[in-house]
DNA sequence: TATAAAACTGAATAGTTAGTCATAAGGTAC
DNA sequence: GTACCTTATGACTAACTATTCAGTTTTATA
């Protein structure tokens, strides 16, 4: 799919990658405002004129990179198999969220970090943009728990109510996994955060 | 126990109060870097000037704020009751925590946003100490978990998971509550994350 | 009220950084 | 090989901001 393109334009997509790439690191370890274009560029390889040639500013950069991730985890959700039994189609989204973030844990800390800078009343297009799928990635969840509640399956609880909670329990194991060293594998905490969602603490 | 101060010791520790209540809006509004000290200075309705005799630099100021507050969140988790069956225990503990978010949203605000940068490695020594608060509050969470499992109360899961299951729960509701504009009342979902928490989604 | 100490002010300083642009280098097509 | 077009470079600019400090105002005391 990434054929008949030109190799000007392979190598046009690939640097932009690169960039993105290394914005990425800079932006987790440091946040938007303390990350330096210039440490971009130079941990991308590149001068600071050059990024200028593929995005239009420090903003745009970031806010391409957030979206280019917000939109492979929509997709990620959507390949997991909607014809499933709800039941476990939510076992496999806890599989699968642990996984992504696993994968993507500088994604993780964009976004808790900088999540509050999202909030209404921004003029800006891609930030509205941005709002709009954290919203409908919210909601992706929630139809789940909708189903999962109209088969039988889960309690008849407000099905917003298990979204926040599920994704609450995902986002905090996530986050101690990070703050102490990342070192075990996230992905092996599937089972405990199945049991907890569904489960409960209580004996 | 604000007595025995002399007038200008009470006018200075209530203008110290003001700055750092002026500093909590901003910060929870901007982050860290993007917060500026004049933007302080000035909803405190002081000179710049004036808060460097206060506060050594920009970073004293925002430790100093993050410090009070957790001091205070862990003071709130001390005055629950510890002679409490540790269930009655946990359902105080979520109530209390969603009230001092539901108080504290500028400080849940901060934290969520900085929280990255408070990671091991860090020479400072009032970001060290925070981060030894942060996780004696974490143990205390747990120490309440352990209690609960030994009076055979909740499931034999690791109190560490427990507790992280938790406070995330508790993280994602405030979240939403503060994304959705703060209007209804966090505290009202006492209940329902209670119920979450401890009966689990499962029907 | 006079005096000294404390607290305040805001202009000046020193440093940083996003974004620009003239110039250079590299690639493409004939 | 040459003329042209695209992309890269990095010094430069303009704007911003943390921190300082010399001079001013306020307060406490006697």
New binding site residues.
């Given amino acids: 799919m990434t054929k008949n393109l ?3 334009e392979k190598v ?1 997509l690939a ?1 932009r990658e690169a960039i993105l790439s290394a914005a990425e690191e800079i932006f987790a370890e440091k946040g938007f405002y ?5 440490e971009i560029a130079e941990r991308a ?6 990024l ?3 995005f239009k ?3 745009d950069i970031f806010l391409s990179l957030v979206l280019d991730k917000v939109d492979k985890q929509k997709e990620m959700n959507q390949g997991l198999g909607a014809s499933l039994a709800p039941m476990e189609c939510i076992k496999r989204l806890i599989r699968a969220h642990l996984k992504f973030f696993e994968e993507n844990k500088e994604y993780f800390q964009i976004i808790t970090s900088e999540r509050n800078r999202f909030k209404p009343g921004t003029k800006n297009k891609l930030r509205r943009e941005l709002m709009k799928r954290f919203q409908s990635y919210l909601k992706d969840v929630e139809g789940l728990m909708k189903a999962a509640i109209d088969k039988g399956d889960l309690k008849n609880l407000t099905p917003n109510y298990l979204a926040i909670a599920l994704i609450g329990i995902i986002n905090s194991f996530t986050a101690q996994w990070i703050f102490t060293g990342s070192e075990s594998s996230l992905q092996e905490m599937s089972e405990v955060v199945t049991k907890l969602f569904l489960e409960g603490a209580k004996a």
Same sequence: chains 1, 2.
């Fill in positions: 030109t190799r000007r046009k640097n303390a990350a330096t274009v210039d390889e590149f001068s600071k004129g050059a200028y040639t593929y500013n420090k903003e």
